[in-house]
């Protein structure tokens, strides 16, 4: 079964550290999407890529996260420095493979931070 | 920008009772597709059902099934003969035909299936 793959699954830190989050999509999928979840904010889209390029990332925070996709395998979630606020679930999700069926969107199980 | 509303916080249903979970939505996209999420507190995110803006009939997928009514851009879940599985979280989330396809979720509906 294929699936969307994320890591670290749970990261405690302290406030300052830099944090790096990994996805890695469903071979073939051309979108990939970075959502925080909280308890007050809920589900919260970040950043998505099509074809690897960014094209919306008018949801992160500019001044300490940064989101990038060096190659059509891997996508990465970075927060520097860290602060307790930034504590959530992560997710990614990946989907709408070229030519394909655009009801195929599937989530990874997510990175949950917390953030000392 | 999107919105989309949820009205339901939070549902109550009796086993094998069949439930509504509604979804109303504003964007501004001719065309649009709309997706449902299930939540349960495990956490994950699992996929429900997907319905694209040119299918004539409303999706159903085993026990969902569709009712979007693209007038009053409302796309509601109806989960018939309810489980205690059933129990999670839903969310549903539009998604446009032009521009990007941003994919913007709703506020969540926390389903309670009782025996």
């Known amino acids: 079964d294929a699936r969307v793959t994320q890591t670290p699954r749970h990261k405690v830190t302290e406030m300052g550290q830099e944090v790096t989050m990994r996805c890695q999509p469903i071979?073939?999928?051309?979108?990939v999407f970075w959502y925080r979840q909280t308890m007050m904010q809920g589900l919260e889209l970040l950043a998505y890529f099509r074809n690897r390029a960014p094209l919306d990332d008018s949801g992160m925070p500019k001044d300490r996260f940064s989101a990038e996709m060096p190659d059509a395998t891997l996508a990465t979630l970075k927060i520097q420095p860290s602060e307790p606020r930034d504590s959530a679930v992560y997710f990614c999700a990946s989907g709408f493979p070229a030519g394909g069926n655009t009801g195929e969107l599937f989530f990874g199980e997510g990175s949950r931070l917390t953030v000392l | 920008a999107q919105k989309i509303t949820q009205t339901q916080p939070g549902m109550f249903v009796q086993e094998k009772e069949a439930v509504t979970l509604d979804c109303t939505y504003d964007?501004?996209?001719?065309?649009?597709?709309l997706f449902w999420y299930k939540q349960p507190s495990s956490g994950e995110m699992i996929f429900l059902i997907y319905?694209?803006?040119?299918?004539?009939q409303n999706a159903t997928e085993g026990r969902y099934s569709l009712n979007f009514q693209k007038a009053r851009k409302s796309a509601n879940l109806v989960i018939s003969a309810s489980q205690l599985g059933d129990s999670a979280m839903y969310f549903c989330a539009p998604l446009g035909d032009t521009g990007f396809q941003k994919l913007v979720f709703g506020t969540g509906t926390r389903l309670l299936v009782s025996p």
């Open positions: 071979l073939g999928h051309n979108t």
């Open positions: 319905q694209g803006s040119y299918d004539q």
């Open positions: 964007t501004s996209d001719p065309s649009y597709g």
